[in-house]
């Protein structure tokens, strides 16, 4: 069995640029680390929050899987496919790069931030055509529970995206236990912790921390306190 990854939040990169401020979990843009390029298909890991009114100005994307899941705040997006659209908490957006796609991300409000995590995905088929989707999610369907924000299958719960991936969202009350069974064996299991504090198999999290493993039975996560997680599971090899 591969050896389990913990980033622990202090561990990962940070980028100051004024009018974002920018978390990656993994090696992005100028912060390199040859130890933390990628979890499986798991590639981007950013934990940003922009200032009001700014943002990233229009850039090309290709052969990636784009999701957004905002936190707090509105997002403002623009692409070259013709959409226009306004994503806050409570919604989830994917972006198929595809062929390549121009987009561009603002922060609607002038005067509050937004945050959000922006996650990259490699694809299980390359040039495939542009596309984008968002989709909304109630928060008393994260309730001691996850709910599925993601899924390979057009039909299923969720925004889908060109890879054998499943996201969930959960907000679990202090003491709960659930456990998650993965989708598809070989699959690998990248969780993050958005609030709170969590045991999952064993191994303590606390916010932000990232922590990444290759389970063979059900997982058994339990709260610590009052908690938000994020978890992604994804190919080792696609």
């Known amino acids: 069995m591969k050896n389990p990854v913990l980033h622990p939040a202090a561990s990962r990169f940070y980028a100051d640029h004024g009018w974002l401020k920018s978390a990656q979990t993994f090696s992005?843009?100028?912060?390199?680390?040859?130890?933390?390029?990628?979890?499986?298909?798991?590639?981007?890991?950013?934990?940003?929050?922009?200032?009001?009114?700014?943002?990233?100005?229009r850039h090309p994307h290709d052969n990636m899987e784009i999701i957004s899941i905002p936190l707090e705040g509105t997002l403002e997006h623009q692409d070259s496919m013709g959409n226009t659209a306004l994503i806050r908490r409570g919604e989830i957006q994917v972006m198929s790069a595809g062929t390549g796609v121009y987009h561009t991300e603002f922060n609607k409000d002038q005067d509050e931030p937004v945050s959000f995590l922006q996650i990259w995905l490699y694809p299980n088929k390359l040039n495939v055509e542009p596309r984008y989707d968002q989709v909304a999610y109630a928060s008393a369907d994260l309730h001691n529970r996850f709910q599925q924000i993601l899924s390979p299958d057009p039909d299923d719960e969720g925004v889908w995206i060109n890879q054998?991936?499943?996201?969930?969202?959960?907000?679990?009350?202090?003491?709960?236990?659930?456990?998650?069974?993965?989708?598809?064996?070989?699959?690998?299991?990248?969780?993050?912790?958005?609030?709170?504090?969590?045991?999952?198999d064993g191994q303590l999290l606390s916010a932000r921390d990232g922590y990444g493993f290759w389970p063979g039975s059900p997982v058994s996560i339990k709260a610590a306190e009052k908690s938000f997680l994020l978890l992604m599971e994804v190919p080792e090899k696609w």
């Open 164 to 200: 054998d991936a499943w996201f969930h969202l959960g907000e679990f009350d202090k003491g709960f236990e659930t456990s998650y069974e993965l989708k598809k064996d070989g699959n690998g299991l990248y969780v993050f912790v958005i609030e709170g504090n969590i045991e999952v």
């Open 28 to 57: 992005f843009h100028g912060n390199y680390d040859p130890q933390r390029i990628q979890f499986g298909a798991l590639r981007v890991l950013n934990d940003d929050t922009v200032h009001g009114g700014k943002g990233f100005g």
